[in-house]
């Protein structure tokens, strides 16, 4: 069985506790792996050993830091496949998906990164009597990275390759529900010799590792992607400390489909962005408003199609959902659906298992996927994040109402708009409160923009010059000549 370690000044360490979690095949239900359950020890060791690598990390050049990015993403590109099945097995998520996205999307945080660096600038401004004033954009210590466990190596390195980039040393605290891509992301930075210290691997639950990470006054800055309620306790945590601290968190975001829009276009996308990755991405479009003029026909079509999805295996051949990643998410999920039942919503398809499961994956945590309609204003499932394959579907007359509805939850992450009129989406894109919003497409990246959310999605903006602005503070030198 594999059994996990911590990475601390590069070495491979058992926990100090020496005790480990269970860590679940979400296909099959069974332990595989063994995950440490770190204490604040380990944590005082991983900040210790960051704080002393700072020293000399953040003197490095840019080009010596970009080489080290590059010098990581070789070796994830060597090791691609071995990356693809393990995200795939712990995570339960389709290893086509695995491939595409998660991996792939990893190494190009690391490139992006290293280029990004070689081209940063800064500000410099004369006054009326001669004087230079310049701005230096200078790392800001030791960098707590809090990951989520539905997209892991993905996000991990979505804070790791800035984190570094900018001449920051990292202790990392990956999702105990997901370790086991981080570990191997250590095992690679151990084998291109990255120096020690500069980037930790503490591995353990929330509540006491990554507690005691945030807490640790010898960190500088937090950066932290997970649920919004974590969020709100990480918040808390640091505030009396002043640490800079970005919070990517939840979202219940809204798909807006109007009677001008290519149908065929928005259906496809739509079933992507209701059940990619089991509807376990913060970005998922879990609320879709539908215009009166063309509701049947959207609700035929699009209940026709998400029936034939594929739901089993994740490494098999044409599977579009795999199970969900563990059994206590799955149970949440379900008691939604049971919500949303009691308050008069109709489940047109899904909301149980899959029947035809094979024996091997009869105690995996699989959900068909399901959509809900005719579900009450005041439901708790249209203000909640379910994070699941679960979609309520609902009519609208006018613009108006779908804006409203849309900016009627506790979030503001992001949304989609389909309509082929742009004079259109330009004016509902301004009204909705999140930080993203998507016309005729779903979850396009672009690294070089800012990526966040408001109101009970975050605070701060990552992404581009805003990672880098993040992770660096400023400093205005001003010469009087
Ligand atoms: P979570 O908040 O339970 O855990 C996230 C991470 O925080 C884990 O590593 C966990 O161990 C750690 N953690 C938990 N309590 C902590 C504490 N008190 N102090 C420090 N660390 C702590 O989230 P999850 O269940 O792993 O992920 C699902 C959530 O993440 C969903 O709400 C989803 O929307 C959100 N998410 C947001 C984004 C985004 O970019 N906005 C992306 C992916 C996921």
């Known amino acids: 069985m594999l059994k996990i370690k911590n990475y601390i000044n590069g070495e491979f360490l058992e926990p100090n506790s020496d005790s480990y979690l269970d860590n679940f095949n979400p296909s099959t239900g069974e332990v595989y792996s063994k995950c440490p359950d770190s204490d604040a020890l380990d944590v005082v060791l991983a900040v210790t050993s960051s704080k002393k690598a700072f020293v000399k990390w953040s003197k490095t050049g840019a080009q010596e830091r970009a080489d080290w990015l590059h010098k990581i993403a070789d070796k994830l590109e060597e090791k691609f496949d071995e990356f ?11 290893l086509w998906l695995s491939k595409k996205m998660d991996i792939t999307r990893a190494i190009e945080n690391f490139r992006f990164f290293a280029s990004k660096i070689l081209h940063k600038e800064e500000r410099s401004t004369t006054m009326d009597d001669g004087s230079l004033n310049y701005e230096l954009r200078q790392p800001v210590g030791v960098a707590a990275l809090i990951s989520p466990w539905n997209l ?102 809204a798909n807006i489909i109007f009677k001008d829009a290519d149908l065929d276009k928005a259906i496809e996308t739509t079933i992507k962005s209701s059940f990619l990755n089991q509807g376990e991405i913060c970005l998922c479009g879990s609320r879709i408003f539908i215009q009166e003029e063309i509701f049947e026909e959207f609700k035929e079509s699009f209940v026709k199609k998400v029936k034939e999805l594929k739901v089993g295996d994740p490494t098999a051949e044409g599977t579009f959902c795999g199970p969900l990643v563990s059994k206590g998410h799955l149970d949440k999920v379900m008691s939604c659906i049971e919500l949303a039942k009691k308050d008069q919503g109709v489940v047109l398809t899904g909301g149980k298992s899959p029947e035809d499961l094979p024996q091997d994956l009869s105690k995996g945590y699989f959900l068909e996927p399901t959509i809900i309609d005719e579900l009450s204003d005041c439901s708790e499932l249209q203000q909640q994040e379910v994070f699941g394959p679960v979609v309520t579907i609902r009519s609208f007359k006018y613009p108006k109402e779908a804006v409203k509805w849309a900016n009627t939850t506790p979030y503001g992450l992001s949304a989609s708009i389909w309509t082929k009129d742009i004079s259109r989406a330009h004016k509902v894109a301004a009204q909705l409160d999140v930080g993203t919003v998507w016309v005729n497409t779903w979850l396009k990246r672009d690294l070089r923009m800012p990526f966040g959310g408001v109101k009970a999605s975050g605070l701060g903006r990552e992404g581009g010059e805003d990672s880098l602005k993040f992770f660096t503070e400023s400093k205005t030198v001003c010469i009087s000549l």
């Open 84 to 94: 693809a099945l393990a995200e795939t097995t712990d995570v339960g998520k389709p």
């Open 152 to 253: 892991p190596l993905y996000l991990l390195t979505w804070k790791i390759a800035p984190a570094l980039a900018t001449g920051n040393t990292a202790v990392c605290k990956p999702s105990e529900v997901t370790p086991v891509t981080a570990f191997m992301l250590a095992k690679v930075m151990d084998e291109v010799g990255l120096p020690k210290g500069v980037c930790n691997f503490v591995f353990g639950s929330g509540k006491e590792t990554g507690s005691a990470l945030v807490n640790h006054p010898g960190v500088d800055l937090v950066s932290f992607t997970g649920g919004t309620e974590t969020g709100a306790v990480i918040a808390t945590d640091v505030a009396s400390q002043f640490k800079k601290t970005s919070l990517e968190l939840g979202g219940k975001n």
